[in-house]
């Protein structure tokens, strides 16, 4: 009987909810996190070089967001939506990872210089 019931509940669920817009769904959720993902890597491998100070993570000294992050992930997630739609045969995650990666790589190679001047 639950299985009649379950069974039910997903015919009607589907039938009022076409497939297309759950497809679109799940694109918006690999547009969002493949960028983000990436810029996690990247910062604590290449930017960071494993070196996170917990203190600083957890009492707040650090900025809640930098701008290298924001716009890198912005057009990591503008790749991967513009590649799914245009040119779906390819793939969208490599392509997004290595434009978001790279780009968050040289701006924070960039941002982080310029500071280290700054402070000299």
């Known amino acids: 009987r639950q299985v009649l019931l379950v069974g039910s509940a997903g015919l009607v669920l589907a039938l009022l909810f076409p497939?297309?817009?759950?497809?679109?769904?799940l694109l918006i959720i690999g547009g969002a996190f493949v960028p983000l993902a990436t810029i996690m890597?990247?910062?604590?491998?290449?930017?960071?070089?494993?070196?996170?100070?917990a203190?600083?993570?957890?009492?707040?000294k650090l900025p809640?967001?930098?701008k290298t992050g924001?716009?890198?992930?912005?057009?990591?997630?503008?790749?991967?939506?513009l590649i799914s739609i245009y040119a779906p045969q390819?793939?969208?995650?490599?392509?997004?990872?290595i434009a978001t990666g790279a780009?968050?790589?040289?701006?924070?190679?960039?941002?982080?210089?310029r500071i280290?001047?700054?402070?000299?």
Request: net charge positive; hydrophobic share 40%.
């Open 103 to 113: 780009l968050y790589y040289t701006m924070s190679t960039l941002f982080e210089r």
């Open 90 to 97: 390819i793939g969208s995650t490599i392509p997004s990872m």
């Open 19 to 25: 497939m297309e817009e759950y497809q679109w769904f």
């Open 64 to 66: 809640k967001a930098r």
């Open 70 to 81: 924001i716009s890198s992930w912005a057009i990591g997630f503008a790749v991967y939506m």
């Open 55 to 60: 203190e600083e993570l957890i009492g707040g």
């Open 116 to 120: 280290r001047v700054k402070m000299y």
């Open 41 to 53: 890597i990247v910062d604590y491998y290449l930017v960071s070089k494993r070196r996170y100070d």
